[in-house]
């Protein structure tokens, strides 16, 4: 059963850039790795997706070293409204062929002024 | 339209009500999903919904009952809860259930169980 865990909570002053990490060491040949960002009593929403090496979009890029055990999130120049939690999603094939999916432990970032 | 909504919002029931939570996604999406987040935890899987089957049943209980009536409509049947129930409930759909593809997610009803 694929497990990933992150760091617990992170700090940050605006205008930083910011990593965080993910390790997910028993992640499926064929898994994506995808990163959500939630705020409090909202549903998570997508920030980024990837299989290897390194993907970026407006929002984020995305490390993800050859082994696959791991990916780091990377934000850019985060502002006060990046507050929020961050969680890795891997998926967990099952003998059926589906997926289940499992979100990382959560990282919550604060980002002071 | 990339919303998946929700309802009701807040929802407050006895246990020994009985009650449903709905989700509806318009994006053509065939996997749907229901989560439950306790505070200050990940979410986790409870169902799983794949072309309108359910494929995937993490151990829930059986006071839980989905339903998925058509390829947009997701419903989560609540019936004799226990406080420990009380949490938020997320939906989410995905264009199939692969990790390739992004869950879009609802904002969830905050389920109450006195």
């Known amino acids: 059963l694929a497990k990933t865990t992150q760091p617990i909570s992170m700090d940050s002053y605006e205008g930083q850039e910011v990593n965080i990490t993910c390790s997910h060491n028993?992640?499926?040949?064929?898994?994506?790795i995808t990163w959500y960002q939630q705020f409090p009593s909202q549903g998570p929403r997508f920030i980024i997706q990837?299989?290897?090496t390194k993907v970026t979009n407006e929002v984020a890029s995305l490390f993800i070293p050859a082994d696959r055990k791991s990916s780091t999130l990377s934000l850019p120049r985060v502002s006060l409204s990046d507050t929020a939690v961050y969680y890795c999603?891997?998926?967990?094939?099952?003998?059926?062929?589906?997926?289940?999916?499992?979100f990382g432990t959560g990282t919550r970032l604060k980002v002071l002024a | 339209d990339t919303e998946v909504t929700q309802t009701p919002k807040h929802l407050v029931m006895g246990m020994t009500n009985k009650k449903s939570l709905k989700c509806e996604q318009h994006m053509g999406h065939r996997a749907m999903y229901w989560y439950k987040q306790k505070a200050k935890k990940p979410p986790e899987l409870m169902f799983v919904?794949?072309?309108?089957?359910?494929?995937i049943n993490e151990s829930v209980p059986s006071r839980f009952s989905p339903e998925c009536p058509n390829s947009s409509l997701l419903n989560l049947h609540l019936h004799a809860l226990q406080p420990e129930d009380s949490a938020l409930y997320l939906c989410?759909?995905?264009?199939?259930?692969?990790?390739?593809?992004?869950?879009?997610f609802g904002p969830g009803t905050r389920l109450t169980v006195t």
């Open positions: 028993n992640i499926a040949t064929n898994d994506y």
């Open positions: 919904y794949s072309y309108e089957k359910l494929s």
């Open positions: 999603l891997v998926g967990d094939p099952t003998t059926s062929g589906t997926y289940k999916y499992i």
């Open positions: 990837g299989y290897k």
């Open positions: 989410a759909s995905s264009q199939a259930v692969r990790s390739t593809y992004e869950q879009y």
